[in-house]
């Protein structure tokens, strides 16, 4: 079976972000960077969403999750002096980072199996249903 992949970086975006912290005070700075950005980048930042951040106590890296209506709302990121400067911390720190960009890639079904109808991505609000036309009352007499 061979998946169907329709890319539409229109049609929203996550972003993963690791932080190799090495250290459980750097895991713990990295926590309070984010908890200070998001107030920021909630409010100037087009077409952000939302951030989930996941902490890997273990091998102490923190992973930031954030969702994103379209690739330009990423690129708006660069218009928060805030985060532009905090995103320059974690390297003066020896805090080592990757970053990834992932793309809408369709509708579930039609990824998986290969079949089903074209559907929007879950990260934009779906198109109103048209009601159905008011059909003409019968006029029949028994």
């Not at 954030?66 to 990121?77: E, R």
């Not at 779906?126 to 006029?139: I, K, L, R």
Request: one cysteine or more; aromatic letters at 6%.
């Amino acid at each position: 079976m061979t998946p169907i992949l329709e890319l539409d970086p229109a049609k929203g975006q996550v972003v993963v972000t690791r932080f190799n912290c090495g250290s459980l005070p750097k895991v713990l700075l990295i926590l309070v960077l984010h908890v200070r950005m998001k107030r920021h980048v909630r409010r100037a930042a087009k077409g952000y969403l939302g951030i989930k951040v996941l902490v890997d106590w273990r091998q102490r890296a923190v992973l930031s999750i954030s969702l994103w209506q379209d690739l330009d709302s990423v690129y708006s990121m660069g218009g928060i002096p805030r985060h532009v400067g905090a995103a320059r911390t974690p390297g003066r720190l020896g805090i080592t980072t990757t970053c990834g960009v992932f793309c809408y890639a369709g509708e579930w079904t039609r990824v998986m199996f290969g079949g089903g109808t074209r559907a929007a991505s879950p990260l934009h609000k779906p198109a109103p249903v048209p009601e159905p036309e008011p059909q003409p009352a019968s006029t029949s007499t028994v």
